[in-house]
């Protein structure tokens, strides 16, 4: 009896044993296995960096395999190589973290296994320079765009410095045509009423973004350094850019721009345009929006034909990308040859390009205005015939001439006149003109002038008070009122009319000549 209680006294003891040292192994395993985060400062300005320490102790898992993309939300990451303790079972990893954005930033907790760290939270003030706020801005023309249309993306940076730069890093996307525009400078007045008081000058830099597939996609801005003196003094990692991209309908020919596009032409040629000699047509096609090598193709319009014969063309294509978008041009110079005499009739100009706005195939027709060609021979007999004329109308022309002029030395000299005597002087210089006697007294000018002219009731008032100041005496300023009231007067009337001679034989009529059966 002893010896069996004795025995199992002593299985009891063993298995009490074996069931401690398993709780206490378990135990001391489960308190060592652990995942620290570590940050140096839980405060800084945007455009500085956090150092960050990774610390696993006893982690099954290697610390290179932890997830780090929640961290990517809030910040840019530059990490280091793995550091381990084999003796102490310690894995370490450096971190640099790069905040996105101003305010509380969240960071998230990281797992790796069964061990993840606390969350924590760092705040994140605007850069300061000088005693102000170093400002950045990130603007997006949108946040839906078709496939190949533009997406304007804005980087404005506003320094109380005057001399400072910005630099970007390589922007690629292989979802997207990326192309930089030009960065433009804006000095600010310091003005103490104005909302930007104390600030230097004003930096704009940016992209023009053309998403080639459909789909969402998230983009990773370049970072943008802040440079004083030639140095870097912050690193500005932006916010990520969600964009949702539709597709194109299926009928949408690959090369065709998503955007407005317009269409000018113009011709060039040394003097008149003659048959068989070389001349330009230019076309330029202009758009906003888009690239130029999606500009839609005209040249195939253009086909040499018994009228015109046109040669090789050749293309210059320009773009120029601003703060205000893409301008693309293409300026085509097709040269031809008139091969006959009249109106060369151009081939009409068809393009097409997709409205982003409207969602529909838009298209244009444009006719330019067709020149006339001339033949030389012809040319030098219209040019003969025109100065015969000028040779046998040259007397009319110039008795034409003397008149005009005839009637302005007239009119001056009514203005300047002083008393009655110089105005008859002057109506009679203006008798002599319209071929009158130079003679005439004031009643028989008056007499002519209704006849060759449309005569007003004033006029004849005003030549009554000029017949009687003659033989008489009157008020300077009652003359100087009948001077100018006679200016105004004359230089208002018109001609009568001419009335239609009817011809005796109608049939000899010119009309009648060239409409007879």
Known sequence: MVKKTFGCWLILCVGVFFVRTASATSSATGSAA???????????????????????????YALAEIDLTPLQEDFALVTEAVTSDGAASTQSMNLELFPRR?????????????????????????AIIHGKPLIVDLNVSAQQVWQRQQLLVTVEVQSPDR??????????????????????????????????????????????????L????????????????????????????????????????????VAKVSVASEFMTNGWLRTGHMAYWNITLDADGTLAYWLPPVLHHIQSSN?????????WPSVYIDAGGTHARVVHQVPFKPQSIGNVDLPQLKIQYFDPDTGRIETVYHQTPPPFAWNTTVFAVVLLLMMFLLFKGRKRIAQKYQRITQKRTAIRALEEANTPQRILIALRRLAVAEGWPANLTVSDFLRLWKQRYIVASELTVLFAQLSRSVYGSQS??????????????????RRHRKPKVRRKNPAWDVKNIFTRG
């Open 34 to 60: 652990q995942l620290e985060f570590h940050l140096q400062h839980h405060h800084v300005e945007w455009g500085q960096s956090i150092h960050a320490k990774l610390i696993a102790h006893h982690a099954k």
């Open 307 to 315: 009228q015109v014969e046109y040669l090789p063309a050749k293309s």
């Open 476 to 493: 300077d300023a009652a003359l100087r009122e009948l001077q100018w009231g006679l200016i105004s007067q004359l230089r208002q009337t």
């Open 214 to 257: 459909s789909g969402d996609f998230t983009l990773e801005l370049p970072m943008i350094r802040y440079l004083t003196g030639g140095k870097i003094n912050r690193r500005f990692f932006l916010p990520r850019i969600t964009v949702r991209v539709r597709e194109l309908p299926a009928y949408i020919p690959p090369n065709m721009p």
């Open 163 to 212: 001399f400072f730069n910005i630099e970007a890093e390589p922007f690629n996307s292989g979802s997207f045509e990326v192309r930089p525009f030009v960065m433009n400078r804006e000095t600010l007045e310091t003005d103490a009423s104005a909302a930007d008081s104390g600030y230097g000058s004003r930096i704009r830099a940016g992209w023009a973004v053309f998403p080639l």
């Open 102 to 126: 101003t305010g509380g930033l969240t960071i998230p907790a990281l797992v790796l296994g069964e061990m993840q760290t606390q969350t924590q939270t760092v705040k994140i003030s605007n």
